[in-house]
């Protein structure tokens, strides 16, 4: 089975666990038996091969995500790297082409797409594998996930089948709809639109070479910046007669709040927090090293990162992205691919960071022309590489590294270190990279 999973957006809706970098996707939050968390993205990838250990999977994603799906899936996964936004039809175009021209798959072979953010049990990926199937059978150019409504939600587009068969031709599609006219949807037998299909490598690859002047995945990634920016359902599902319907009647849930996502949590508390017993439907997940009280709440959720603290009614929650387009901050959080920073303090002329590397990892070599930096190594074991002089470092060892000179760590063990970094001009683009 060959899926593409749609990673996109900023998830600024889980404000303060998410911002530009890290995408609600990557916050580690669901409980695995041995007691560690995973993230979406995580548990979608670890459902995937426990339904299917062959399965070719595709994340189509913007360059900003790259290093955390590397960090949390290792870099054996495909990915499709949308060089900028462009909606949905110009990534899953770029996406299909990866998978025909890169990774040469067969353009008569079927692909699935859906996004990686759902909150569904191992019954959904059987039903993405029936999918693809029948999309292989070519009696439709797409086939659609339909799923079975639980109540007359205005935040989906709605399908309406020609008969309730478990396969089904599409007699009409529905926008998100008042919650009067949902109601009256579902009377007609209509089903929530996921925004998961199935199609043959080959039609897609035909539409986007009659819409898009272009040879291959390559000369499509070049021209992608210039591109017009168009939704899949725009430009595809809504011209397309031949189109079909599987129903999904299990467990799916769109985490896109932090009202649906605490629904999903199986504790009440992660991270340090306690909750008095007059507390209700309370949850609280906390990323910092300091305790956190709730007493005598009621439906509210409380969370705190390096980002911020969010103290929040978890219906209101819903409604908190204007508010926080408004921050201006810097990102005090992220992963990458060799591991993690946090930033611990900033100062005019001065930023404190505590950075972790993977076993095995290594930052790139690189150089900054407007600040020094400073490295004490905390934990573990490694070396650097300092204008090209190699020495091994462990716990206690202080790297000095002016500006100008090209630099690196690589770590034996995972290794903590602090580095300071000063300079009347800190920024991100303050980094040249090299060859070492």
């Known amino acids: 089975m060959n899926i593409v999973l749609l990673s996109g957006g900023s998830g600024k809706r889980l404000w303060p666990l998410s911002n530009d970098i890290r995408s609600k996707q990557f916050i580690k939050i669901f409980r695995k038996e041995d007691g560690t968390y995973e993230s979406m993205v995580q548990r979608v990838y670890r459902q995937i091969r426990k339904v299917d250990p062959e399965a070719a999977v595709t994340i189509a994603t913007s360059k900003t995500q790259v290093s955390a799906?590397?960090?949390?899936?290792?870099?054996?996964?495909?990915?499709?790297?949308?060089?900028?936004?462009?909606?949905?039809f110009p990534a899953i175009a770029l996406a299909t082409a990866y998978l025909v021209d890169v990774r040469k798959v067969n353009p008569e072979e079927s692909v699935v797409v859906c996004p990686v953010d759902p909150y569904v049990?191992?019954?959904?990926?059987?039903?993405?594998?029936?999918?693809?199937e029948q999309a292989e059978k070519g009696d439709a150019n797409l086939v659609l996930m339909g799923i079975e409504p639980t109540y007359p939600s205005e935040k989906y587009g709605y399908i309406i089948p020609e008969n309730e068969a478990f396969t089904s031709k599409v007699k009409t599609f529905k926008e998100k709809p008042t919650a009067q006219m949902a109601k009256e949807y579902i009377a007609q037998g209509a089903l929530w639109n996921g925004g998961v299909f199935a199609y043959k490598l080959k039609y897609v690859m035909e539409i986007a070479h009659r819409l898009i002047d272009f040879t291959d995945y390559n000369d499509l990634f070049a021209k992608y910046h210039t591109l017009n920016k168009i939704s899949f359902d725009y430009a595809v599902v809504e011209k397309e007669d031949k189109i079909q319907v599987q129903r999904f009647v299990g467990e799916w849930k769109d985490l896109g709040t932090w009202n649906t996502l605490t629904e999903a949590m199986e504790e009440k508390v992660i991270g340090k927090g306690v909750l008095n017993e007059k507390c209700r439907n309370v949850h609280i997940v906390n990323e910092m090293d300091v305790p956190v009280l709730a007493m005598?709440?009621?439906?509210?959720?409380?969370?705190?990162?390096?980002?911020?603290?969010?103290?929040s009614d978890k219906e209101q929650s819903s409604y908190i992205k204007p508010?926080?387009?408004?921050?201006?901050?810097?990102?005090?959080?992220?992963?990458?691919?060799?591991?993690?920073?946090?930033?611990?303090?900033?100062?005019?002329?001065?930023?404190?960071?505590?950075?972790?590397?993977?076993?095995?990892?290594?930052?790139?070599?690189?150089?900054?022309?407007?600040?020094?930096?400073?490295?004490?190594?905390?934990?573990?074991?490694?070396?650097?590489?300092?204008?090209?002089?190699?020495?091994?470092?462990?716990?206690?060892?202080?790297?000095?590294?002016?500006?100008?000179?090209?630099?690196?760590?690589?770590?034996?063990?995972?290794?903590?270190?602090v580095e300071v970094q000063l300079g009347e001009a800190i920024n991100v683009e303050d980094k040249q990279k090299f060859e070492l």
Not at 121 to 132: I, N, Q, S, T
Not at 353 to 367: D, E, F, Q, R
Request: glycine share 10%; with cysteine.
């Open 121 to 132: 049990e191992d019954d959904y990926f059987l039903a993405l594998k029936g999918l693809a």
């Open 296 to 311: 005598g709440l009621h439906d509210v959720v409380i969370s705190a990162s390096p980002e911020g603290i969010l103290v």
């Open 323 to 417: 508010f926080v387009d408004r921050f201006e901050q810097q990102i005090m959080f992220a992963e990458k691919s060799w591991g993690s920073f946090k930033v611990i303090d900033v100062e005019k002329m001065a930023m404190t960071i505590k950075v972790t590397l993977n076993a095995g990892h290594s930052m790139n070599y690189h150089s900054h022309k407007n600040r020094d930096e400073v490295w004490v190594v905390i934990s573990g074991e490694g070396r650097t590489v300092v204008d090209g002089a190699e020495k091994k470092v462990k716990v206690g060892d202080v790297i000095t590294m002016p500006a100008g000179c090209r630099h690196t760590v690589f770590a034996t063990s995972e290794l903590k270190l």
């Open 69 to 88: 799906i590397y960090n949390q899936l290792g870099e054996g996964v495909g990915i499709s790297v949308e060089p900028c936004r462009r909606d949905t």
